[in-house]
């Protein structure tokens, strides 16, 4: 029979998150049933809530940065056990036999892949329902193993602004010798120097706010530039082999490419809305450089992230709330009062609303 599972949901683009029950499906012999501990606050999901990029679904229960335990698993599934900690990221499913799929880089898939929250299961049809709820069931495929060497609540972030920093900087080969510049100190910001730094590479973060200092060297910034000062821009020029632009809003990108070697590249992975003010095309031309984008990261990319953590005690930087408070966290994070990611105990469920 189908579980009937406690939530929050959003209703309308214009309601608050509230409590809302639904249905999860039967678990198919493939499936893993999670019982959510920890769930991320992904600035995607209030974005997805309030139908900033259009196409919401509602009811929408958000959340993609999940991590539970192991309560049921299907008669085929082999390599999870009942009791096992597991993390849940953006994707559920994909086509899997696209060229892109079979690369595992099931985030591209040619099909689109199946999203956590907010899209149609490719099997029966039905609503994708996301971690801000007490439990989810997964294809196999898609879940991924824990270390026990990581703190589960600290691990959340990293299914979502730890695999978007993660996969651009290996796929770009950073490592010993790069100078790499991280423009933002955010959620995916703070994860981009910590791992550009266990890379071995030099690290510098671009920054408009002063104050941020001694914080970006806390997590792992060799230097801090100012990116308002045009001293300190021009003192700069032509540095660095990679830029990890981690910024959502629109912003003028010209001064940041001129701080490119040649050959480097400026890699976007915050900003999904058209590029405004343009970018001048010398700054491209006259040296080489290219300006790219990265999404998230596949399954066994992320796999190898979290190993990576555990295996160097990287994790994101957090401040814990009960899911009654998950309104307020929304905008708090519209004013950027966290450090650096909210994640929800679902043990909190529990209590009145």
């Not at 910590?194 to 914080?215: H, I």
């Not at 399954?299 to 005690?313: K, N, R, S, V, Y």
């Amino acid at each position: 029979m189908p579980q009937n599972i406690r939530g929050y949901a959003a209703q309308s683009a214009a309601t608050p998150l509230a409590p809302y029950s639904f249905e999860r499906r039967d678990p198919r012999p493939d499936d893993v049933v999670v019982d959510i501990l920890y769930c991320g606050v992904c600035h995607s999901d209030l974005h997805t809530a309030r139908n900033e990029w259009q196409g919401t679904r509602y009811p929408v229960v958000p959340g993609h940065e999940i991590i539970g335990r192991v309560s049921a698993v299907g008669a085929e599934v082999s390599r999870f056990k009942v009791g096992d900690m597991v993390g849940v990221g953006c994707m559920v499913d994909s086509c899997q036999h696209c060229a892109a799929c079979d690369q595992g880089l099931e985030q591209y898939c040619a099909e689109v892949p199946t999203f956590t929250y907010n899209s149609k299961d490719r099997q029966d049809g039905r609503m994708t329902y996301g971690g801000y709820s007490e439990r989810i069931v997964a294809s196999d495929k898609f879940v991924l193993r824990l270390s026990d060497k990581l703190d589960p609540k600290s691990a959340a972030p990293l299914l979502c602004a730890g695999i978007t920093t993660w996969s651009p900087l290996k796929h770009w080969k950073v490592g010993p010798g790069s100078k790499v510049a991280v423009v933002g100190l955010g959620g995916l910001g703070h994860m981009g120097l910590k791992f550009a730094k266990a890379l071995g590479a030099d690290v510098t973060l671009f920054t408009r706010s002063p104050s941020k200092e001694d914080e970006a060297r806390r997590l792992g910034a060799d230097h801090v530039v100012l990116s308002t000062d045009e001293a300190q821009m021009k003192a700069v020029a032509g540095r660095f082999d990679f830029i990890l632009d981690t910024v959502p809003q629109q912003h003028d990108l010209n001064p940041y490419l001129a701080t490119l070697k040649i050959d480097g590249v400026h890699v976007l992975v915050g900003l999904v809305e058209p590029i405004d003010p343009p970018v001048h095309a010398g700054n491209l031309i006259f040296g080489r450089r290219s300006l790219a984008g990265s999404l998230i990261g596949g399954i066994a990319e992320t796999q190898e992230m979290l190993d990576f953590c555990a295996e160097h005690g990287i994790s994101a930087d957090v401040e814990m709330i009960d899911i009654q408070d998950i309104n307020d966290a929304y905008e708090r994070m519209l004013k950027s009062d966290v450090r650096y990611r909210f994640v929800i105990d679902l043990a909190s469920i529990d209590k009145a609303a």
